[in-house]
């Protein structure tokens, strides 16, 4: 797995992955609550790992 994401924008995925799992947690119910926690924890980890399969399949990347 050949990293793809540069550093600010690893930075504010992590960022916004946290909030958007503490809003699914607290302040959401329903399906809400499993749509933004599903894409708070993609985002999460998609910072963590700085690897986005998105950008694989258009060639794109952010790390210099």
Do not use: D
Request: aromatic residues 18%; charged residues 10%.
């Amino acid at each position: 797995m050949k990293c793809n994401v540069g550093g600010t924008e690893r930075n504010e995925r992590i960022f916004h992955g946290i909030v958007f799992v503490l809003i699914a947690v607290f302040l959401v119910t329903g399906v809400w609550q499993y749509v933004l926690g599903g894409y708070g924890a993609g985002r999460f980890l998609t910072g963590v790992f700085a690897f986005c399969p998105i950008y694989i399949s258009f060639g794109y990347s952010t790390k210099k």
